[in-house]
Structures are given as structure tokens and as C-alpha cells.
């Protein structure tokens, strides 16, 4: 009885002790089969993250090394471009110090390379900008130069024309003062019968009493006289010589009208009534010829 006991606690023991190391092995099987399960799943992130596969996974340094190489190379290049291209136009030498720094890739690590680079990068996007600005100001510099160069030209050739119609004119009035010192068609009023007073307000009494012209022909006499002198008895174009409310060319050819040519109005419109008379016919024919050529 005794000894039948004593083989059942014996026998359920053992059942016992064989079950406890079946479940201590179980788990232990689970758990290497969740690390297994880890690391398949950080390999396969990996693989994705730097785009190479598992069995290259053993390489990674090597070749993240060598790539770092490559492009501090070309990036180098891509500055050196730059430096040439950029030369006499801006301060290269932060890109110069830069590209110096990175030369020494071969010995540095794959992270300095890279960081190296980017910097070499940025540095080289700024030599670009700021040389494109240069070019930039340099164009309209030189858009401005040529524009100057341009407009005194146009001002030289002008004046040069000017002076040409005004000798052309001078001959011309010295023409007429001829012709009309011998035609009675053109005989000159005397000035004392008009000497003081509104300058326009004299010429327009002149103008209809002694040539019969209207309002209209005045209103071209005025145009013109306004352009020629303002109205000014003591108008002076330095360029040309010419003189007076008439302008004329040289002034003294007025002292015919009267020795007070120079400070008496009355004088120097019976002057020029009478060329603008002799020369064109009316005031208006005048203002057109003054319009399309720019003088009388």
C-alpha cells in the first residue's frame, strides 16, 4: 500500500517537473522566434531607407563611403566651374575655403564628407547669385553709358544743324534786307510811330496797320515770337548771336529801324514785321517753316 504511493507522488513529480521544462523551453523558443522577427523587420526598414538590399546590408559603410567620395568630387568640380567662371566679378574665397576643405575627402569620414559637401553646395549657389547681380548691374551700367554716349551725339548733331540754319538764315535775311531796300512792297514803318507799351500789344497794331493782318495771322506771330524769344527785348542766344524779340541775326541788323534797337520793343518788331514780311510772306507762313524745321 505503501509502496504504491510512494510511485504515484514519484510518477506525478515527474509529470510535473516535465511539463514545467516543456513550458520553460516553449517560451524560450517564442522569444527567439520575436527577436528573429525584430531583426527581419529592422533589416527589411533598413533595406528601405537606404536603398540596399539585405544581402548588401554587410557593405553599407563601403559603399556610403564611396558615394560620399563621388559626389564631394563632382561638387568639387562644379565649385572649381564656378570660381573660373565667377573671376574679377565677386569674392570667391568662402567657396575657395570651402572647396579646400573638401578636398581632403578621401581621408574623412562618409557623415564629414557629406556635410563638407552641402556646404560647398551652398556656398557655390551664392558665388552664382551674386554673380548673376553683378552682370546684372554691369548691363545696366552699360545700357546707361551707351544711352549717354547716345543723347550727346544727338546733341552735338543738333547743335551742328542749328548752327547750319542759322547761317543759312543769316544769308537768307541779308538777302531780303537787300531785296527789300529797293522793293516798296516791303518798306519799313518807322518805329517812332509806335515806342512803348505791351510788346504784343504793339505788335499787333503794327501788324494790322501796316500789313493788314488779322487776328489769325497774329495769333501765328505770337506762337512764333513766344518760341523765339518769350517776347524778351533782351533775349541773347549765346549759341547763335541772335538777338531781341525778333531774333535777330546778328541784332544790329535792327539798328536800321532805330539807334534804340537794343531796349526799345517798337524797334525790334518794325524789324521783324517787316523780315517776316519780306521772308515769308505772313506770320503764319513763318510759324509753319519755324515748325517744320525748327526756325525762321
Not at 499787333?204 to 524778351?232: I, P, T, V
Request: aromatic share 8%.
Amino acid at each position: 500500500m505503501n509502496l504504491r504511493r510512494i510511485f504515484s507522488r514519484a510518477s506525478l513529480g515527474t509529470a510535473t517537473a516535465a511539463s514545467a521544462a516543456a513550458i520553460l523551453i516553449a517560451t524560450q523558443f517564442t522569444a527567439q522566434a520575436n527577436l528573429h522577427a525584430e531583426s527581419v523587420a529592422e533589416t527589411a526598414a533598413l533595406s528601405h531607407t537606404s536603398g540596399f538590399k539585405h544581402e548588401q546590408l554587410n557593405a553599407y559603410p563601403v559603399i556610403a563611403k564611396a558615394q560620399a567620395d563621388k559626389g564631394a568630387e563632382i561638387t568639387i568640380k562644379r565649385a572649381n566651374q564656378v570660381i573660373a567662371a565667377t573671376k574679377h566679378k565677386v569674392d570667391a574665397k568662402p567657396l575657395a575655403s570651402s572647396v579646400a576643405s573638401l578636398s581632403n575627402y578621401s581621408s574623412l569620414s562618409a557623415y564629414t564628407v557629406r556635410s563638407l559637401t552641402e556646404k560647398t553646395q551652398d556656398a557655390t549657389k551664392k558665388v552664382q547669385a551674386a554673380a548673376k547681380e553683378a552682370d546684372r548691374k554691369a548691363a545696366v551700367a552699360k545700357a546707361k553709358a551707351e544711352a549717354a554716349a547716345k543723347a550727346k551725339a544727338e546733341a552735338e548733331a543738333r547743335a551742328a544743324e542749328e548752327a547750319a540754319a542759322a547761317e543759312a538764315a543769316a544769308e537768307q535775311e541779308s538777302s531780303s534786307d537787300s531785296s527789300s531796300g529797293s522793293s516798296s512792297d516791303y518798306s519799313a514803318p518807322p518805329a517812332s510811330s509806335v515806342s512803348s507799351g505791351d510788346a504784343r500789344s504793339i505788335a499787333r497794331s503794327m501788324a494790322s496797320s501796316q500789313y493788314g493782318w488779322g487776328d489769325d495771322q497774329f495769333q501765328c506771330l505770337n506762337s512764333l515770337w513766344e518760341r523765339e524769344s518769350g517776347w524778351s527785348v533782351s533775349a541773347y542766344n549765346a549759341s547763335s548771336g541772335a538777338t531781341g524779340i525778333p531774333q535777330a541775326l546778328p541784332g544790329n541788323k535792327m539798328a536800321s529801324y532805330g539807334s534804340d534797337w537794343q531796349t526799345n520793343p517798337a524797334t525790334q518788331i518794325a524789324w521783324g514785321l517787316n523780315y517776316i514780311s519780306g521772308s515769308y510772306g505772313t506770320p503764319c507762313a513763318a510759324w509753319g517753316h519755324s515748325e517744320s524745321v525748327g526756325w525762321y
